[in-house]
């Protein structure tokens, strides 16, 4: 039980210097932690990022078109101008 409130106490103290590495088993269980939203410098990570997140935007759509019976329509341009799209079948139709 000790050792418990002393790794939380080591937690908390490294929380407030900004060091993020280091955390008790119940804050790693708690989820994520929140991504600063600036843009990535580096540019093979800006370009992973990109698709990871393309991904599961794309992801989300489709699970939102088939969960909620929902009319879906995606459109993502990259850097380069290259589209990507995504919509259900009733979105397609011409009028």
Partial sequence: MQEAERN???????????DRSFGTKEEEEMGRGKVELKR????????VT???R???LLKKAYELS?????????????????????????CTRSA
């Fill in 8 to 18: 939380k106490d080591l937690a908390a103290a490294r929380k407030r210097e900004g």
């Fill in 66 to 90: 088939v969960l909620c019976d929902a009319e879906v329509a995606l459109i993502i341009f990259s850097s380069r101008g290259r589209l990507f799209e995504f919509s259900t079948s009733s």
């Fill in 50 to 52: 990109f698709a990871k």
């Fill in 54 to 56: 393309r991904n599961g």
């Fill in 40 to 47: 990535i410098e580096n540019k093979i990570s800006r370009q």
